[in-house]
């Protein structure tokens, strides 16, 4: 966090929200984002699909009119793709020049082809000016007994997948 609100102070300023076309400017906090979308993407199954026939797929059968699920937490957390994949590593997208969308099959929080999110466009703006804004314009700190013990970041599996325990956190005017 304190690299990104680094990068914000050094090319946004202190106290403002950030504004769309600044977010290209900010390479850390796409990263971080990106990280954020690999390590917890809000999907984890994206929607179901159904085999329209039967398939072949790196020798497995998938007959035709299964339902097929794509696990792209599974994917976010492959060690074949990702090194040391349980780490939040935002820089990893610095050097990697991977995105989200729908391209680039170890990432597609959104989808792919054609039945790909069509809300991406507004969601990744969206993302990047709430989250920027919001490390921009507060301090941020844990209470103190998160501070001792750590954030917990066990998940709750469902259609979307969100924190089990919801984030508890202190804002403070820079
Ligand atoms: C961070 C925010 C969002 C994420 C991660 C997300 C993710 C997804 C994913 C994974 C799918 C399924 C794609 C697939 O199975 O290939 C989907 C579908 C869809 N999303 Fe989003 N979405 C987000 C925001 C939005 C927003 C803001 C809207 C509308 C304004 C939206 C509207 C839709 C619709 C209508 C579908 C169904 C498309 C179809 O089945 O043809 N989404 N989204």
Redesign the pocket.
């Known amino acids: 966090m304190a690299k990104a609100c680094a990068e914000l102070r050094r090319v946004i300023g202190e106290r403002r929200n950030i504004e769309e076309s600044e977010i290209g400017q900010l390479p850390y906090l796409q990263a971080v984002v990106k990280e954020t979308?690999r390590l917890h993407?809000?999907?984890p199954l994206?929607?179901p699909?159904r085999a329209e026939k039967t398939t072949e797929i790196m020798g497995y059968t998938i007959p035709n009119g299964s339902r097929v699920l794509?696990n792209?937490w599974a994917i976010g957390r492959d060690a074949n793709i990702w090194p040391e994949p349980e780490k939040f590593t935002p820089e990893r997208f610095l050097v990697k020049a991977v995105d989200f969308k729908g391209g680039d099959f170890e990432l597609?929080?959104?989808?792919?082809?054609?039945?790909?999110?069509?809300?991406?466009p507004?969601?990744?703006r969206?993302?990047h000016l709430v989250l920027g804004s919001l490390l921009n314009q507060f301090k941020w700190s844990l209470p103190a007994e998160l501070e001792r013990n750590g954030v917990d970041m066990t998940e709750k599996f469902g259609v979307t997948l969100v924190k089990a325990v919801p984030l508890r956190a202190i804002p403070a005017h820079v």
């Open positions: 979308f993407p809000p999907a994206l929607l699909r794509i792209i597609i929080p959104f989808g792919a082809g054609r039945r790909i999110c069509p809300g991406m507004l969601a990744i969206m993302v």
